[in-house]
């Protein structure tokens, strides 16, 4: 689905992503792993076109997207949720989940304009189906609130549903549990279970161990922005590579 190609980022002359290289399989869920300040964020603002890659190939399928601006990754069908969450807090839950699918709305706008109760048609249908993302996230209740109303973890699953509810071909999951308690963690798993059973394929950033290794069917790990390590979680997790680099650490600091 997606393959990187040696992928390198500088940020004022220091790397943050030096040669990067791996694939994300089609139906599978693929997690980044390593310490703080390894590269995970800006590998994932550089796939979405967030940030800019400085050289390497990012191809999708097999076109490469590394020089498209974010709205382009966008209508690809690339979706990203975001490490602080990015929710429109006087907006209605659902509105917020409207916005994930203006980019293919915008497409036919123009189309639409000539024919009114088409456009009308439209709508209802785009709120029709941001109401059945809701519903998958356990949010159809609220979904006329305001978004800066909800609990924290309720705005997660927003984002997540913001990001699922246009087919995308490719999610990228950045902290999805961050900053939850063990309950909700637990339901944002059973989603990302849920979505990989109807065929989703996710990139996942996540320092959560537990949920790497519960969900993930390949885990990759970035130290120092440099790939160095892949391969099934038991593989990755009993590497010494790995535990001297990131999970050993962990361990020493939990
Ligand atoms: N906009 C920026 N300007 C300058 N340096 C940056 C910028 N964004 C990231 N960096 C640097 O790039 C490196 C990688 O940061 P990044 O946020 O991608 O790491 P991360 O693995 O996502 O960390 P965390 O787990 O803490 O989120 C770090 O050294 C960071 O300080």
Same mark, same amino acid.
């Given at each position: 689905m997606l393959l990187l190609k040696n992928v390198s980022k500088w940020f004022g002359g220091l790397? @943050? &992503?030096?040669d990067v290289s791996f694939g994300v399989p089609r139906g599978r869920i693929t997690a980044l792993i390593g310490p703080n300040g390894a590269g995970k964020s800006t590998l994932i603002n550089c796939i979405s076109g967030v940030d800019t890659t400085a050289s390497g190939q990012i191809l999708l399928e097999t076109r490469p997207i590394e020089r498209l601006p974010a709205h382009g990754i966008a209508d690809l069908g690339v979706a990203r949720t975001f490490q602080n969450l990015k929710l429109? @807090?006087? &907006?209605s839950v659902l509105d917020n989940v409207l916005t994930g699918l203006t980019v293919a709305a915008e497409r036919s706008f123009f189309r639409s304009m000539l024919r009114l109760p088409a456009l009308r048609t439209q709508e209802r249908q785009l709120r029709l189906k941001a109401l059945e993302a809701l519903d998958d996230f356990g949010l159809a209740e609220k979904a006329n609130w305001p978004a800066g109303a909800l609990s924290y973890g309720e705005k997660k699953r927003v984002e997540m549903a913001r990001a699922f509810v246009g087919d995308p071909r490719l999610v990228l999951l950045d902290e999805p549990v961050a900053g939850l308690n063990a309950d909700e963690t637990a339901r944002i798993a059973r989603h990302i279970r849920q979505k990989r059973g109807a065929g989703h394929t996710m990139l996942l950033v996540e320092h959560d161990m537990e949920l790497v290794m519960d969900v993930a069917d390949q885990v990759v790990v970035l130290d120092s922005g440099r790939c160095i390590a892949g391969g099934s979680p038991e593989a990755v997790r009993s590497n010494p590579l790995v535990l001297d680099a990131y999970l050993g650490r962990m361990e020493a600091t939990a």
């Open positions: 790397p @943050a &992503l030096q429109f @807090a006087r &907006l």
